[in-house]
């Protein structure tokens, strides 16, 4: 309580938000330093494993609109699962950063030769009005991130655009990340929004169903 005023400490929060904000700060570099101390033999293993039980995957196999994200430096692989939606002829949906707006804009993608260096040189869609997607109209969704724990929480790279995205959604969210990336707990907010699911080369974690 405030005690000049007899109301809430609005301090405490703002202290809770900053303090959020430093244990996902830390937990970035770790989770990086953890990622990327895997060796790129490692991580292809690891890759197929993932890749292999998201292709197991009802939820995912039955989907016939898939939002993907291609792969950035030591992310899992997701540019063979990409090629593997577009030869089940899945519509495959891939974001692209509006970063003025802080939002993503979905745009669907026929080839591979469609991506183009985007935001930070992340390979995006190009953008085409007839390509335009909702996040409403996707069945299946996968999603980047730094660090999970097995509550299915999940820290970003800190901008918020998938969290403002999925907040919209109706499919089910998974993320794909190596065991590395989960810990016991990861620090959360009010605007952090849970995933369904994370996929990793030891297991499958489900949060919703």
């Known amino acids: 309580m405030n005690p000049d005023s007899g109301g809430p400490d609005k301090s405490l929060s703002f202290r809770s938000f900053v303090l959020t904000l430093s244990d996902k700060k830390s937990i970035r570099q770790r989770a990086f330093a953890l990622r990327d101390a895997i060796s790129p033999e490692v991580r292809s293993l690891k890759g197929e494993r993932i890749k292999n039980a998201l ?21 899992v692989d997701t540019f063979k699962i990409i090629s593997h939606c577009l030869s089940k002829e899945k519509r495959t949906v891939l974001p692209k950063s509006d970063a ?7 745009y669907e993608i026929k ?3 469609e991506l183009v260096k985007g935001y930070f040189g992340i390979p995006e869609p190009e953008v085409s009005a007839d390509r335009l997607i909702l996040i409403e109209d996707i069945e299946f969704i996968l999603v980047p991130g730094v660090a999970f724990d097995s509550k299915c929480n999940r820290v970003g790279y800190g901008k918020g655009f998938y969290d403002r995205l999925l907040s919209r959604r109706t ?10 990336q989960i810990f016991d707990s990861v620090p959360t907010d009010k605007y952090d929004v849970m995933l ?3 996929i990793t080369d030891e297991r499958v974690i489900r949060c919703n169903g």
């Open 55 to 75: 292709i197991a995957l009802d939820a995912f196999d039955k989907a016939s609109s898939v939002m993907l994200f291609a792969s950035f430096r030591s992310e």
């Open 100 to 106: 003025d707006n802080c939002r993503l804009l979905l």
């Open 111 to 113: 080839s591979m030769d």
């Open 171 to 180: 499919a089910p969210a998974f993320a794909l990340a190596y065991e590395e």
């Open 196 to 198: 369904d699911g994370i």
